[in-house]
């Protein structure tokens, strides 16, 4: 038995072949393990024993091809061809996971360019495919710090920091609540998918001239660059102008299907080259055709699959959804709740503490009222005295007049000053007796909202919530590509990138990339990002470019690719 280690893009996977096991044998062990049905994109990557990446072939014994001797055997599971519209051909999720982080690991890595501004709108989504709807209570500044979001070169040519740059970052990925995490891979690759140098496989070449330029393969042709440019194709060949790609070491020839136009020559560096190539070529043009007809029967099965699985996704992610937001509401009430709760007890001290106040205002008025009750009580022997003094002075009528006046005006002024004090007395007393009856209202009032308080706190509403194919790498050299009789549709000419079809999408990465201008450092611009600047000053996006390119008849364009 040999051991093998198959690496996919987000997991490792061991498996013990035998000598004889072929390439496909292999290959169907991988993904039937990680589930996937969309073969016709992927492939083995190994390393030969002269350090060359290469895919492994399928009709072939593992053992039997370069594959570097070591335990375990690696290999590495892989996109080998691209899509047209990530959006229309990607059908699984587990298809889509694996482009997305292929493609994502492509910008990182800087082997697919992307601007500035676009790199962080792509972060954006990467961050919400990976941590879902944005949480300010959650996501506190710092929680992207150790993410790997943005290309070395994006964040060296600018002087900002990381809290700066997450702060960018984190207006954006805001605005993606309620997106799925699988949505979120998806808009990532439809934005990824109008990047020029996306899903393009580049070839050093030189044509009959000797000119050194490079040939890119992918989903929609055959492209000639120039040397000092990978971004903006001279020369563009769709795949249902060719009906022949054959090679004799490391010359090339391709028989466009207009028979007026001579053959479409190049030269390689290595026989190795020239097969990867043709395997390319084949691989794509096949997939180019396929795309054009009607869809086979697995296809449609496998469609018809994921909208089912999608809908089920959808209803689930509505359940969550809306159990969240009555979660939310419940710990809103009860924080309501709580708040009232809090309120109450204030009012019960209030009212404790004023009870306290008439309390103690009662028994002043108390003291007062004994007060005035002792005061009648002199009035009352006051009184008794003058009628005494009166008796006196009638006993003492023999007495002189004078003295006889003088003792009855004593006795009628200490009647009058009796009189005076007995109404102030029983005044004093009715005002004590409203008192008290004022005293007792209250006293009655407060202990009914004592009671009203206390039966809403014996009983509250409830606090709490219950918490619940491979295109077999032909060794003929040679390819016969089946293209047919009719005019095959070209779509692709017609399109338009995400940015220029969304005008609100295109005036926030036009708003940022001034931001950003700000902070940049121009003496660390690249070669790509000066192409890229220049390319946008003219107008070009990668579908204008692609229509000037394939303008002319095929004739036209092989021969401006010879005077290159």
Same mark, same amino acid.
Request: proline share 3%.
């Given at each position: 038995m040999?051991?093998v280690?198959?690496?996919?893009?987000d997991?490792e996977l061991?498996?013990?072949?035998?000598p004889?096991?072929?390439?496909?044998?292999?290959?169907?062990?991988?993904?039937?393990t990680i589930g996937?049905?969309e073969?016709w994109?992927?492939?083995?990557?190994?390393?030969?024993?002269k350090?060359?990446?290469?895919w492994?072939?399928?009709?072939?014994?593992?053992?039997?091809?370069?594959?570097?001797k070591?335990t375990?055997?690696?290999f590495?599971?892989?996109a080998?061809?691209?899509?047209?519209?990530?959006?229309?051909e990607?059908i699984q999720?587990?298809?889509?996971r694996?482009?997305?982080?292929?493609?994502?690991?492509?910008i990182?890595?800087?082997?697919?360019?992307?601007?500035?501004?676009t790199?962080v *709108?792509?972060?954006s989504?990467?961050?919400?495919?990976k941590y879902?709807?944005y949480?300010?209570d959650? =996501?506190?500044?710092?929680?992207l710090?150790g993410d790997?979001?943005l290309?070395?070169?994006?964040?060296?040519q600018h002087? *900002?920091?990381k809290?700066?740059?997450? $702060?960018?970052?984190v207006?954006?990925?805001s605005e =993606?609540?309620?997106l799925?995490?699988?949505?979120?891979?998806? $808009?990532y690759?439809?934005i990824?998918?109008?990047l020029e140098?996306y !899903?393009v496989?580049?070839?050093d070449?030189?044509?009959?001239?000797?000119t050194? *330029?490079f040939l890119?393969v992918?989903?929609?042709?055959l492209?000639?660059?120039?040397r000092?440019d990978?971004?903006?194709p001279?020369i563009?060949?769709?795949?249902?102008?060719? &009906?022949n790609i054959s090679?004799n070491d490391k010359?090339?020839?391709?028989k466009?299907?207009?028979k007026k136009a001579?053959d479409?020559?190049?030269?390689?560096?290595?026989?190795?080259?020239?097969?990867?190539?043709?395997?390319l070529?084949?691989g794509? =043009?096949e997939l180019?055709? @396929?795309? @054009?007809?009607a869809?086979?029967?697995?296809?449609?099965q496998?469609?018809?699959?994921?909208?089912?699985e999608?809908a089920?996704r959808e209803?689930r992610?509505?359940l #969550?959804t809306e159990?969240k937001?009555? &979660?939310e509401?419940?710990?809103?009430?009860k924080q309501e709740?709580?708040d009232r709760l809090?309120?109450?007890?204030l009012? %019960?001290?209030?009212?404790?503490e004023?009870?306290e106040?008439? @309390?103690?205002?009662?028994?002043?008025?108390?003291?007062k009222?004994?007060?005035a $009750?002792?005061?009648r009580a002199?009035v009352?022997?006051?009184?008794?005295?003058?009628e005494?003094?009166?008796a006196?002075? *009638?006993a003492?009528?023999?007495?002189?007049?004078?003295?006889?006046?003088?003792?009855e005006?004593?006795a009628?002024?200490a009647?009058?000053?009796?009189?005076? %004090?007995e109404?102030e007395a029983?005044?004093?007393?009715a005002e004590a007796?409203?008192?008290?009856q004022?005293?007792?209202?209250? &006293?009655l &009032?407060m202990?009914m909202?004592?009671r009203?308080?206390e039966e809403k706190l014996?009983s509250?509403?409830n #606090?709490?919530m219950?918490?619940?194919?491979?295109h077999?790498?032909?060794d003929?050299y040679?390819?016969?590509?089946?293209v047919?009789?009719e005019d095959v549709?070209?779509?692709e000419?017609?399109r338009?990138?995400?940015q220029?079809?969304n005008?609100?999408l295109?005036?926030?990465l036009?708003?940022l990339?001034s931001?950003l201008?700000?902070s940049?450092?121009?003496t660390?611009?690249?070669?790509?990002d000066?192409i =890229?600047i220049?390319?946008v000053a003219?107008?070009?996006?990668k579908y204008?470019t692609?229509r000037?390119?394939?303008? !002319?008849n095929?004739?036209?364009r092989?021969d401006?690719?010879?005077?290159l």
């Open positions: 040999v051991n280690r198959v690496t996919t893009m997991a061991e498996f013990a072949i035998q004889s096991t072929t390439g496909k044998q292999l290959f169907d062990q991988v993904v039937k996937l049905r073969l994109f992927f492939g083995l990557q190994y390393v030969d024993s350090g060359f990446t290469t492994l072939k399928l009709n072939k014994k593992v053992m039997g091809q370069d594959v570097k070591e375990p055997l690696q590495k599971f892989r080998k061809f691209y899509p047209e519209d990530v959006s229309e990607l999720e587990v298809t889509q694996m482009f997305f982080l292929q493609v994502k690991e492509a990182l890595s800087e082997d697919a360019y992307c601007p500035p501004e790199s *709108l792509l972060a989504y990467a961050v919400q495919a879902g709807d949480n300010p959650t =996501h506190k500044t710092g929680f710090a790997r979001l290309p070395q070169r994006v964040l060296d002087q *900002l920091s809290a700066e740059w997450e $702060e960018r970052i207006n954006w990925y =993606h609540k309620g799925m995490r699988e949505d979120a891979m998806m $808009e690759l439809k990824a998918q109008d140098m !899903g496989n580049y070839f070449i030189k044509n009959k001239k000797g050194d *330029l890119g992918d989903a929609l042709g492209n000639i660059y120039e000092d990978k971004l903006t001279r563009g060949f769709p795949w249902s102008e060719i &009906r090679f010359k090339f020839i391709i466009p299907i207009d001579p479409f020559v190049f030269y390689t560096g290595r026989l190795r080259i020239s097969k990867r190539i043709l395997a070529c084949m794509n =043009h180019y055709m @396929r795309r @054009r007809k869809d086979s029967i697995e296809v449609q496998m469609k018809a699959q994921a909208k089912e999608r089920a209803q992610e509505k #969550l159990e937001k009555k &979660r509401a419940a710990e809103q009430e709740l709580q809090k309120a109450f007890e009012e %019960r001290e209030r009212q404790a004023q009870l106040e008439t @309390r103690k205002q009662t028994q002043e008025l108390e003291e009222a004994k007060a $009750e002792e005061e002199a009352e022997e006051a009184k008794r005295a003058a005494a003094a009166q006196a002075a *009638l003492a009528a023999s007495a002189e007049r004078e003295e006889k006046e003088r003792l005006a004593e009628a002024a009647r009058l000053e009796a009189d005076r %004090r109404q029983l005044e004093k007393e007796q409203r008192a008290r004022e005293l007792e209202e209250q &006293r &009032r202990e909202e004592k009203e308080l014996a509250p509403a #606090l709490y219950n918490e619940g194919d491979d077999d790498e032909n003929d040679t390819a016969e590509l089946q047919g009789e549709p070209r779509p000419e017609e338009e990138t995400l220029a079809k005008a609100r295109q005036k926030q036009e708003d990339k931001e201008k700000i940049q450092d121009s660390k611009q690249t070669a790509e000066k =890229h220049e390319n003219q107008g070009r996006d204008k692609l000037d390119i394939r303008k !002319g095929t004739k036209k092989v401006e690719y010879e005077r």
